[in-house]
């Protein structure tokens, strides 16, 4: 049985809800908690939500870029009121940590700018690129999602003359060809949001040799997509539109959960 989502939106704040059939008894999922980078500099927190099913499998992760908090609340957040019930859905709330902690877009270099990263690198960003690699890698999940925020809101124009540069209030892949489970989740996202500036679209955005959404998918063939809010709306209304970004992937992937908050 599908998950029924109920967006209510009041003066550009968005209220989830989340109701269901009840799910069998007894099925609260599990956590397990550790670190990427352990007794490191950049040592970060991953959590594991997990049912007795492992799949389907999904990894959320926010903070490449520690100035963009929206997704990193939002994580938060969503682990407070889920409860997985079938499959298993992993959180990264801040990959780069040091970053966020001084709410700068990166301490040395762009974090987003090193991948695959490099075991034995000189500067954290690089050895960090390749631990987060490397768990991903591990974990093995079905699809990987990146949250970002940027500061324009899409335009055709501005794309046209630099392509490698973000938008907000979208969903970024690497392919012009549009996957399902992207489309689904599009447009499940876009119908509770009635508004029509702040629908996402999805934005095809060329191969990034050094980010971490292109890696994911080329290096460990698991397929990758990037949220973008628009950075200038309030962040309770960016936290939100992460949240509801959030919740249905997971559902498109096929994980069963409740959600109540």
């Not at 974090?111 to 050895?127: M, S, W």
């Not at 996402?200 to 191969?207: L, S, V």
């Amino acid at each position: 049985m599908r998950t029924f989502i109920i967006i209510l939106l009041a003066m550009l704040s968005v209220n989830l809800v989340h109701s269901q059939t009840h799910p069998p008894k007894n099925t609260e999922h599990f956590v397990i908690q550790y670190v990427i980078g352990e007794n490191t500099e950049y040592q970060t927190p991953y959590y594991i939500l997990r049912s007795e099913s492992e799949y389907p499998k999904i990894l959320i992760d926010a903070g490449i870029h520690g100035d963009e908090v929206a997704g990193i609340y939002a994580c938060d957040t969503v682990m407070k009121y889920i409860n997985i019930y079938e499959g298993t859905v992993g959180f990264i709330p801040m990959v780069n940590i040091q970053a966020f902690k001084q709410n700068v877009r990166g301490v040395g270099v762009d974090l987003n700018q090193v991948f695959p990263g490099d075991k034995n690198g000189k500067i954290y960003e690089e050895r960090l690129a390749y631990e987060f690699m490397d768990f991903v890698k591990e974990f093995n999940p079905d699809y990987v999602i990146n949250l970002h925020e940027a500061w324009t809101k899409f335009d055709e124009n501005l794309y046209g003359k630099q392509k490698d540069k973000s938008f907000g209030q979208t969903f970024i892949t690497n392919s012009e060809t549009f996957s399902d489970y992207l489309v689904r989740s599009h447009l499940n996202t876009n119908k509770y949001i009635p508004n029509p500036e702040y629908k996402f679209r999805i934005q095809y955005f060329p191969f990034k040799a050094n980010h971490s959404m292109d890696n994911i998918i080329d290096k460990l063939n698991i397929p990758s997509y990037t949220v973008e809010t628009l950075r200038t709306l309030p962040l309770a209304d960016r936290i939100k539109y992460h949240e509801l970004c959030i919740l249905t992937f997971i559902e498109e992937c096929g994980v069963k959960f409740t959600y109540w908050k």
